[in-house]
Nanobody
Framework: QVQLVESGGGLVQAGNSLRLSCAAS????????MGWFRQAPGKEREFVAA????????RYADSVKGRFTISRDNAKNTMYLQMNSLKPEDTAVYYC?????????????????WGQGTQVTVSS
């Protein structure tokens, strides 16, 4: 079983950048495909980005394509989400998640392990 801890959230002005990190422990990180999701107040949790176990393949939600970049460092057991050109509609709690068996999946129920989330607030 893998434990996930997100960090790097905060309050930023629109147009600025943030980098989120997701540190994994308790499992073999490179065995998992990974994803980022977010949940805004009153809304369903939604897919943001996913990355294959090797890091060679990625997938993005249309709403963040071209602005966000997902990456991972298997030697450091860490995944990242670089968020540029942030917009107020990006405000949400961001979660990282691990998928034992899948490949670039987008469904919340596809993922087996979740972090506690980190708040990102973008002011206009």
């Amino acid at each position: 079983q893998v434990q996930l801890v997100e960090s790097g959230g905060g309050l930023v002005q629109a147009g600025n950048s943030l980098r989120l990190s997701c540190a994994a422990s308790g499992g073999t990180f490179r065995n998992y495909a990974m994803g980022w999701f977010r949940q805004a107040p009153g809304k369903e949790r939604e897919f943001v980005a996913a990355i294959s176990w090797s890091g060679s393949s990625t997938r993005y939600a249309d709403s963040v394509k071209g602005r966000f970049t997902i990456s991972r460092d298997n030697a450091k057991n860490t995944m990242y989400l670089q968020m540029n050109s942030l917009k107020p509609e990006d405000t949400a709690v961001y979660y990282c998640a691990a998928d034992r068996e899948g490949y670039l999946r987008v469904g919340v129920s596809d993922y087996d392990y979740w972090g506690q989330g980190t708040q990102v607030t973008v002011s206009s």
